[in-house]
């Protein structure tokens, strides 16, 4: 069984509140627009990370991060991309990925909105946290954390808090 936190949209901004949503994680994914290398510092030390770059990530972390990740967990097939749209409304730069690479969980950011949906067509958990920053629409931020065990997701939890 591997632990997964999950972030997105922290637009240079970490909440130190979620190093206590994380303590238990392995693995923590961030899904793109970081905002600054400091995000990631302020992250806790003793995890695996998979970061992708999203759309206000200028060019340092370009660098040091890429577009998309494909790789495996406990049997499963996992996709991050930023920009990637949700079931039913993918979004073009992710579609292609999806179809060539037919992960078994389809991480995504950017919407600042969070979302868990099961793709019934492509046989797809779509993950989106919503947004962890101060910057954005959204008025409470929020981030998730789940197990996968042997080929299966289980026990997702939501942490949300008031943006202020």
């Not at 899904?31 to 400091?38: L, P, R, S, V």
């Not at 996968?148 to 939501?158: F, Q, Y």
Request: aromatic share 10%; glycine share 10%; proline share 3%.
């Amino acid at each position: 069984m591997t632990k997964i936190g999950l972030l997105s949209d922290t637009h240079g901004s970490f909440d130190p509140a979620l190093n206590d949503f994380f303590k238990d994680c392995k693995e923590i994914w961030h899904a793109g627009d970081i905002g600054n290398q400091e995000v990631i510092d302020a992250m806790p030390k003793d995890k695996e990370y998979r970061i992708v770059y999203g759309n206000i990530d200028g060019g340092d972390l370009r660098l040091m991060y890429k577009e998309f990740l494909l790789f495996e967990v406990e049997g499963m097939k996992v996709l991050i991309k930023h920009i990637g749209g949700y079931p039913g409304r993918y979004d073009r730069s992710a579609i292609g990925y999806i179809d060539k690479f037919k992960p078994d969980i389809f991480i995504s950011g950017h919407s600042h909105i969070l979302k868990v949906m099961n793709d019934k067509r492509r046989k797809i958990l779509h993950i989106n946290p919503g947004a962890c920053g101060n910057s954005g629409f959204h008025s409470v931020k929020t981030a998730v954390r789940f197990d996968i065990n042997n080929g299966r997701v289980t026990d997702l939890e939501i942490w949300e808090k008031e943006r202020k």
